[in-house]
C-alpha cells in the first residue's frame, strides 16, 4: 500500500463548480497535512495545511481532515481555469526521518471554461 | 525576499560528467531536501538535512552525493550521471520549528545523454 494514495485523475470540472480531492494516507501517526499545487513544469507551492479534525476554511480552498478514516480532502469552490494544475496532498510524521514529507503522486485538475 | 534558489534551472550533459546542482536558502533554515520528480512516480526524496554537517539517505539516494558545510547551501553532487538520473529536481527548506511548511525552489530540468 502507497503511503499517500490520491486519484490521478484528470478530474474536469466546468467553471464555477466545486472541485473535490482526496487523499488517504496509510500511517496513524501523521500528524500534519498539506495540499500543494502545482502548475506543469513548476515547482509545487503550498496552498492549504492542515493539523486537527474538521474542516478549514481559507477562500475558495475548504481542507477537510479526517484522522480516524486517514482521509483528507480539498475543496475547491467556484472553480476557475486558473485553478488547472496538479495538486499534492502530502503528509508528514514527526517520528518518521526528522519529520519526513511523504507526497502523493498528484490529482491533475482541468477547470474547462 | 524568502526563496530558495537553485541553479541550473536546465542542464544537459553526457552520461559520466561530474556536475553539481547548487540549492541556496536565505531563510536560516535547518531542513533541507532535495527531491526528484519523474512521471507517474511523483516527487520523492532523494536526500536531507537536519542541520550543518548532518546529512542522511531518502528514497533514492543512489547515484547522488550532498554536503551541508553552510546552514544556507545544500548542494547536489551527481558523479557519474547516467540516463535514469533525467529528471526534475527540487530543493526544498523549512524550518525546524513551528509549521514544518517546505518551501521549493523553482526546480532544475536535468537531461542526461
Known amino acids: 500500500q502507497k503511503e499517500v494514495e490520491q486519484n490521478s485523475g484528470p478530474l474536469s470540472v466546468p467553471e464555477g463548480a466545486i472541485a473535490s480531492l482526496n487523499c488517504t494516507y496509510s500511517?496513524?501517526?501523521?500528524?500534519?497535512f498539506f495540499w500543494y499545487r502545482q502548475y506543469s513544469g513548476k515547482s509545487p507551492e503550498l496552498i492549504m495545511s492542515?493539523?486537527?479534525?474538521g474542516d478549514k476554511e481559507d477562500g475558495r480552498f475548504t481542507a477537510q481532515l479526517n484522522k480516524a478514516s486517514q482521509y483528507v480532502s480539498l475543496l475547491i469552490r467556484d472553480s476557475q481555469p486558473s485553478d488547472s494544475a496538479t495538486y499534492l496532498c502530502?503528509?508528514?510524521?514527526?517520528?518518521?526521518?526528522?519529520?519526513?514529507?511523504?507526497f502523493g503522486q498528484g490529482t491533475e485538475l482541468s477547470v474547462k471554461p | 525576499e524568502a526563496q530558495v534558489t537553485q541553479n541550473p534551472r536546465y542542464l544537459i550533459t553526457v552520461t559520466g560528467k561530474k556536475l553539481t546542482v547548487t540549492c541556496s536558502q536565505n531563510m536560516n533554515h535547518e531542513y533541507m531536501s532535495w527531491y526528484r520528480q519523474d512521471p507517474g512516480l511523483g516527487l520523492r526524496q532523494i536526500y536531507y538535512s537536519m542541520n550543518v554537517e548532518v546529512t542522511d539517505k531518502g528514497d533514492v539516494p543512489e547515484g547522488y552525493k550532498v554536503s551541508r558545510k553552510e546552514k544556507r547551501n545544500f548542494p547536489l553532487i551527481l558523479e557519474s550521471p547516467s540516463p535514469n538520473q533525467t529528471s526534475l529536481y527540487f530543493c526544498?527548506?523549512?524550518?525546524?520549528?513551528?509549521?514544518?511548511?517546505?518551501?521549493f525552489g523553482a526546480g532544475s530540468r536535468l537531461t542526461v545523454l
Open positions: 492542515i493539523y486537527s479534525n
Open positions: 502530502a503528509v508528514n510524521s514527526l517520528y518518521n526521518q526528522g519529520g519526513k514529507l511523504i
Open positions: 500511517d496513524r501517526v501523521s500528524q500534519s
Open positions: 526544498a527548506s523549512r524550518s525546524s520549528s513551528g509549521a514544518n511548511v517546505l518551501t
